[in-house]
């Protein structure tokens, strides 16, 4: 979920030139993060319309050629404000609406799981909910499916990329991995799964520096008769497929998350024993 470069430009005014001639105002977007909006949208914040103001619509989904979800950043409108008070004081702030005919669970739920994710892990929180619409507090950074070099199929060829990344991009990205194993571990303390962990849902915010996983929509405290383990590994799955690269690059790791991926190496590859060959021999 990140903006466009030109749309970021034009909207918080962020390149060193525009910023000579531009005037801009920062505005809150959660008591972490802020961004610097244009004059030219200041308007909006002190005079509200009558409904939101789209910014940029960050993401769609379909089915069947027909629009199911939008997922968009807004101004919030003057009926927003009344309703959500968190809305006032993050005007800004990331809006998901689900289109007529779209299957979703209730959004009290996904607005609960939200709630419970944010408190277990200090993030930025939910600000609101209706029948069809979810409002949470934007989290501007890049994700993890955008930072990786490891995106080739088959896994084996990842190997070949890896090491021929500099050390410290891949330093970086084992950081970074390391702190969304961190947040699942916390999560899964309290017996609550995302459910969904793709490497699009992890963002890096370089202000403050710092991972967030973002998008709840399918996540849930552990139900009766589930399986934990399971749970737990699909969670996990995709980054410690990544730390497997990272190791097969930069040589065996000494942390959870290192052990984590040779425990279930296994379960990772068709042909685990090549990754673990690659990693032994650095």
């Known amino acids: 979920m990140n903006l466009l470069q030109d749309d970021l430009t034009r909207i918080f005014a962020i390149h060193p030139l525009i910023l000579i001639v531009t005037e801009i105002r920062r505005v809150p977007l959660s008591e972490l993060h802020n961004i610097r909006l244009a004059r030219e949208y200041w308007e909006l914040l002190d005079k509200p319309p009558k409904s939101d103001f789209t910014l940029h619509t960050i993401a769609t989904k379909e089915a069947l050629g027909q629009k199911t979800m939008l997922a968009e950043l807004v101004i919030a409108g003057k009926e927003t404000?009344?309703?959500?008070?968190?809305?006032?004081?993050?005007?800004?702030?990331?809006?998901?609406?689900?289109?007529?005919?779209?299957l979703h669970?209730?959004?009290?739920?996904?607005?609960?799981?939200?709630?419970?994710?944010?408190?277990?892990?200090?993030?930025?929180?939910?600000?609101?909910?209706s029948p069809h619409t979810i409002r949470s507090c934007f989290i501007p950074g890049k994700t993890l499916d955008?930072?990786?070099?490891?995106?080739?199929?088959?896994?084996?060829?990842?190997?070949?990329?890896?090491?021929?990344?500099?050390e410290l991009q891949l330093y970086g990205l084992w950081m970074l991995l390391r702190e969304a194993y961190d947040n699942l571990y916390k999560l899964h303390e309290k017996n609550f799964f995302h459910r969904d962990l793709e490497l699009h849902?992890?963002?890096?915010?370089?202000?403050?520096?710092?991972?967030?996983?973002?998008?709840?929509?399918?996540?849930?405290?552990l139900k009766p008769g589930e399986d934990r383990g399971k749970l737990k590994f699909n969670d996990l799955k995709q980054i410690l497929t990544q730390a497997i690269f990272v190791q097969c690059a930069l040589g065996k790791q000494s942390d959870p998350l290192a052990e984590a991926s040779i425990l279930h190496a296994q379960n990772l590859f068709r042909d685990a024993s090549y990754f673990l060959r690659r990693i032994e021999e650095l």
């Open 81 to 102: 404000r009344e309703k959500f008070p968190l809305a006032d004081k993050y005007p800004v702030h990331f809006k998901k609406t689900y289109l007529p005919g779209a």
């Open 105 to 129: 669970r209730d959004t009290s739920e996904e607005f609960a799981a939200l709630n419970l994710a944010s408190q277990i892990l200090e993030s930025p929180g939910p600000i609101g909910y």
């Open 146 to 166: 955008r930072l990786t070099p490891f995106t080739l199929e088959p896994p084996e060829q990842n190997v070949e990329v890896g090491r021929k990344c500099p």
């Open 201 to 221: 849902n992890c963002t890096f915010c370089p202000r403050p520096t710092k991972l967030f996983l973002i998008d709840f929509g399918a996540a849930n405290e």
